[in-house]
T-cell receptor, first 111, second 116 residues
Framework: DAKTTQPPSMDCAEGRAANLPCNHS???????VYWYRQIHSQGPQYIIH???NNETNEMASLIITEDRKSSTLILPHATLRDTAVYYC????????????FGTGTSLTVIP | GAVVSQHPSWVICKSGTSVKIECRSL??????MFWYRQFPKQSLMLMAT?????????EQGVEKDKFLINHASLTLSTLTVTSAHPEDSSFYIC????????????FGPGTRLTVT
């Protein structure tokens, strides 16, 4: 699986959009971009995933660049409960392969 | 959505004893489950892949005789930490792959192990 690079930490004001970047310059054509988050002392929570088109669900939006070498997770209106470590992972989907987690981005939402 | 449970959620044991952690898929069948370990302020590290009815595959550096994995049914995998020592204190997390729906994986809530 391709390696990802994320900033170690970010702050965001409550109610504002949180934009979390991820670089995955060695991504392969059949690898998806997954985003998970982990709130302190809990298991990872699935957020969203995509291949090449932008994706949106009730939690977030995922913007993938045309060359697929980077992506951005957008939390449109951050709340205090969004404070967590966010992991960007690239992986071939539906293969049952394990996830290899990087160091992630620690997002702190500030009141 | 699919639910994965772990039991216990936390456990404290004495050095030298063994501890068993269960991982269950509650509403789906999982032929494959994964076990991760997470030390404070660090990321999740994959320990092993557990396949129903066969031996687990361990990541490099993980002692298979110390971390015994059993995946006897399609909904249950267990991790036994044998002869636990304080350095085994960690947060253990499992994930289960849905054998049916698109093969996606779902994570459990984790088990906090403290060895005194």
């Amino acid at each position: 699986d391709a390696k990802t690079t994320q900033p170690p930490s970010m702050d965001c004001a409550e109610g504002r959009a949180a934009n979390l970047p991820c670089n995955h310059s060695t991504i392969s054509g059949n690898e998806y971009v997954y985003w998970y988050r982990q709130i302190h002392s809990q298991g990872p929570q699935y957020i969203i995933h995509g291949l090449k088109n932008n994706e949106t669900n009730e939690m977030a939006s995922l913007i993938i660049t045309e060359d697929r070498k980077s992506s951005t997770l957008i939390l449109p209106h951050a709340t205090l409960r969004d404070t967590a470590v966010y992991y960007c992972i690239v992986r071939v989907a539906n293969t049952g392969n394990q996830f290899y987690f990087g160091t992630g981005t620690s997002l702190t939402v500030i009141p | 959505g699919a639910v994965v449970s772990q039991h216990p959620s936390w456990v404290i044991c004495k050095s030298g004893t063994s501890v068993k952690i269960e991982c269950r898929s509650l509403d789906f069948q999982a032929t494959t489950m994964f076990w991760y370990r997470q030390f404070p302020k660090q990321s999740l590290m994959l320990m092993a892949t557990s396949n129903e009815g066969s031996k687990a595959t361990y990541e490099q550096g993980v002692e298979k005789d110390k971390f015994l994995i059993n995946h006897a049914s399609l909904t249950l995998s267990t991790l036994t930490v044998t002869s636990a020592h304080p350095e085994d204190s960690s947060f253990y997390i499992c994930s289960a792959r849905d054998s049916g729906f698109q093969g996606e994986q779902y994570f459990g809530p984790g088990t906090r192990l403290t060895v005194t």
